[in-house]
């Protein structure tokens, strides 16, 4: 078999003749190009991106050749804006329409689709060279666009969208359909090309975000829309969400997707389990902890694992579980690859080693599972309130509980009985939150459950700011230590950094939120300007880490780096890059302030 139809055997469920294996190498595949060309000068170029893929996979083999890098087509095709980096995929600086009247004005642009916009056509010529030397019939031809939901809240920012989710969902719907329409135009200009399949990239309706109820309201039809178009023009789609996605696993299958892929969160194992044992799943080799800081032979033995967690039978294609960075050993793609190719139908699993030890993305000991949750701050409700009277406990509770109307009583309660500003937004309000936060990294509520519950709290901020305030300007409470935060340069998806802004302020510390798409000078502006102790910088693409050097060098110049706390999460850090670039690492919200607490407040 070659890799086309090895790929389509596993869809097909008609066991190919060996594991087929897509290593996703879209913005790494430059880095193969002899003369140091950049990705930048690659991305609009489509001789040069076609180079990049051919050069790959004659050095390194795979069933796949993927043109295009990212997800961005459909939103920038829609007029955002976007920043093209030297060593990474694009990154998106600016929304098509953050606010309604802009998007009325493009809902005109968009009436009449122009492939010229962008790099649509960009991307079309690519997959034409690719078929003129010989890649259609050997080869998987497919590239990735970017889904409904998260072209939607790239069109008009993160935050906003979940808020118009809630307020406006009518609007919301608008939004879906100039997106649905878009990619759907694009889909069928990739399928004049030749392209095989389409790759729908949708992370905005991961779990993570998004509560299965939302996802069934505001993504799947227009993902089984979208999937249909693909169909009647001879595109074979596949649907990609990533990390926690088990609620929604059946439904991804419902769509009409011929494959799943993803991390699967909490495992691939639990996919197989619930999407049957005759569907195609695409995954799960973890691509950061072990593809790009691993050894060949943990890349190794996690293919293994994968395969015979959820390849037994045929029906499944190993890859990473996203794109591939820029950095990712050779060493390491070739561990990958090999592995697969010498693993052949039917797996005699006698001849396969002992993986007793070796983990699964999701799984518990899990490289990546440890690094999300191995600072987690635990608040029992009885060790948090045991010292707190019942009001105070019943105030948590009502922002628990997303009570807007109850939490303003409350408050005004306490204080007709004397209890101070300051115990019922940090003893009261704030522990709500921290609970908040806590149920949310457990995969226990949703960000719109945060959302509701940071709406209850600020319902009551008008009443106690000016009071607390009041007793800082007298001195009868000790000033805060203060942060700015705010999302890097390139990024503009700003939920989780919202998240760590609303729990910090919910344990004492005065944060100033600079927003998103940051840029490092902004950064060290406000902390001077602020006298910050604490920088506190999200970033979600590998494409922006350049930019938190820039920050770190800004300060080294300035004879200021040891002033600052540097703290970064985010989906694109880790606790091995943070350690090499000398800041601290949090996995989430709540590891953020145990660090800083533990750093600022130790006798606490």
Known sequence: MNGKERIFAAVLNEQPDQVPVIPIMMTRAIRNLPGNVSAKDCQ?????????????????????????????????????????????????????????????LMLERSEHFDPTRGRVLTVAEEIKILLQNGFGDSHLVLLPIGGPATTAQLITGSARFLTLMEQDPQFCHQVLRVATNTIKSISTVMAEAGAHAINILDPFSSSDILPPEQFREFSKPYIIEIFQHMQSVGIAPILHICTFTEHIWNDMKETGAIAINGDFWPGIDRARQIVGDDYCLVGSVNPFTTMLSGTPEQVRKETLKCIVTAGLNGSYICSPGCDLDWNVPDENIHALIQTCAAVKYPIDLDQIEDLSETFISGHAKHKASIQRKEVRTVHPKHKILSKKNQLLEDLANAVIQQDSELTVSLVNTGLSEKISAQALLFEGM??????????????????????????????????????????????????????????????????????????????????????????????????????????????????????????????????????????????????????????????????????????FKPEQ
């Open 44 to 104: 609009v170029n489509a001789e040069l991106m076609a180079q990049a893929k051919m050069t790959t996979s004659a050095k390194f083999g795979g069933d796949a050749i993927i043109a295009g890098t990212d997800l961005f087509l459909p939103a920038e095709n829609l007029g955002a804006g976007m920043e093209y980096l030297d060593k990474a995929q694009p990154t998106l600086f600016r929304h098509p329409c953050p606010t309604k009247a802009e998007f009325d």
């Open 430 to 599: 704030a522990v709500g939150m921290q609970i908040c936060g806590e149920m949310y990294e457990q995969n226990d509520i949703f960000v719109i459950d945060l959302m509701r519950s940071a709406k209850a709290m600020d319902s009551a901020m008008p009443i106690l700011m000016p009071l607390i305030e009041k007793d800082r300007e007298s001195g009868d409470l000790n000033d805060r230590i203060s942060v700015v935060i705010g999302l890097i340069r390139g990024n503009t998806q700003d939920i989780g950094k919202n998240l760590v802004a609303l729990i910090l302020t919910a344990h004492g510390y005065d944060v100033c939120d600079l927003g998103k798409n940051v840029s490092p000078e902004e950064f060290i502006e406000q902390a001077q300007a602020k006298n910050a102790q604490v920088i506190a910088i999200s970033v979600m693409t590998d494409s922006s880490i350049v930019y938190i050097e820039r920050v770190l060098s800004l300060l080294k110049e300035l004879g200021e780096r040891e002033k600052y706390y540097v703290v970064c999460g985010g989906a694109a850090m880790n606790s091995q890059l943070a350690s090499k670039l000398g800041v601290h690492f949090s996995p989430n919200a709540s590891a953020a302030a145990k660090l800083l607490n533990e750093h």
